[in-house]
Each structure stands twice: as structure tokens, then as C-alpha cells.
């Protein structure tokens, strides 16, 4: 079994998501939203529109687009890889969101994700992401990527891999407000 950035997500969000869904195989039984469907579709989009367009602003000299990578743990399709002129890459990913200022968890989390695929399988390092706000006129944001923010991912896909082979029930999150409209909450021993 290989994990995507989804996975990632919701371990960092409540360790139990894993034990519930992968463990015990208690879907979540969430509707797709709008804004997924329609992010997919805009993705699309993106592909057929943006074919030769290389952001040479941020230095890009070569890109990779739609590109799925795997390595031992990880999965992911990462919409562009971006070869930058100073030898690092970056992964470039397009969201259906408006930038209101401020950048998601969520959004950062899967950025360390691709930054680890993408070193995993082009051994070239990678030092910073970048996503574009497609509601708000294809806002382009730089987020920073250590080596930290790396390894709290590969941490995080290691200690999933523990819960499923293990069967291992781990602690609930810390945040308890985080519980109040878990699709788990009617199962979970807090």
C-alpha cells in the first residue's frame, strides 16, 4: 500500500482518521463537493489551456506537467514540476480558492508532500512550492519547503504505515474542536 498527500492530511489533522478508515475500513461516506468537482474540472482546464506556458518570472526553464510519482510510502499527481534555472525543481499546484491572505494547512502539507516525491525521483532538491489561485485571477503564492517540512511528512507516512500493519489505535488530536463535526465522532473513544 502507498499513501497519497490526502492521506498525510488527515493523519496530521486526527491520527484516528487512519485507524478508522484503513484499519477498521469505516468509510467516511463524505459527498463530493462542489468545489472538488469543479476543481477538477478547471484542472482539466489548465492542462489544455497552459500546455506551453512556462513561468519564466520564477525562473523556470523546463516543466513537467501532470506528472504522478511514487516513491516507497507516497503517491501523488502533481500538476507541474518546475525545473528551475538555479538546478532545483518545484512543484507548482493549482487550487479552485480564492487567496484570502493566508495560506492552508492543508495546502502547505501537500506542497512537502510533492517537494519529497519530486527529490525522491529527480534528485534534484527542492526548496520552495508554489499555488495558484485560480478564483482569484491566478494568484501566484512562493511557500518555503525545508528540510523539516519534509521530514514531518515522511515521519507522518512512516507512523500511518504503523497504525495499518500494527492495527495500532493512536491518540485522538490534541484539538478537541477538531471533534465536534468528525464523521468518527459517534465511534471514537476520546
Known amino acids: 500500500m502507498s499513501l497519497t ?3 498525510i492530511i488527515e493523519y496530521l489533522y ?4 487512519t ?6 475500513c469505516i468509510p467516511q461516506y463524505e459527498n463530493r463537493h462542489y468545489k472538488v468537482e469543479r476543481g477538477r474540472n478547471l484542472h482539466e482546464l489548465k492542462m489544455i489551456r ?9 525562473g523556470a526553464k523546463k516543466k513537467y506537467k501532470d506528472q504522478y ?7 501523488g499527481k502533481i500538476d507541474e514540476v518546475l525545473e528551475l534555472s538555479d538546478g532545483t525543481m518545484v512543484p507548482l499546484d493549482y487550487k479552485f480558492a480564492k487567496y484570502e491572505g493566508r495560506v492552508y494547512n492543508t495546502y ?12 525522491d525521483n529527480f534528485n534534484k532538491p527542492v526548496r520552495k512550492g508554489y499555488l495558484v489561485y485560480t478564483r482569484s485571477r ?3 503564492v512562493e511557500l518555503m519547503i525545508n528540510d523539516s517540512d519534509k521530514n514531518t511528512v515522511k515521519t507522518a507516512a512512516e507512523d500511518i504505515m504503523h497504525i495499518i500493519n500494527e492495527n495500532f489505535f493512536p491518540k485522538s488530536t490534541k484539538y478537541k474542536n477538531r471533534c465536534i463535526d468528525c464523521t468518527y465522532r459517534n465511534i471514537c473513544i476520546k
Open 138 to 140: 491566478n494568484h501566484l
Open 69 to 75: 510519482l511514487t516513491n516507497g510510502l507516497l503517491r
Open 50 to 58: 497552459n500546455k506551453e506556458y512556462l513561468r519564466k518570472r520564477i
Open 19 to 24: 485507524y478508522f478508515e484503513h484499519v477498521l
Open 5 to 7: 498527500p490526502s492521506h
Open 108 to 119: 502547505e502539507t501537500q506542497l512537502f508532500c510533492y517537494a519529497w516525491l519530486i527529490e
Open 14 to 17: 486526527c491520527p484516528r482518521f
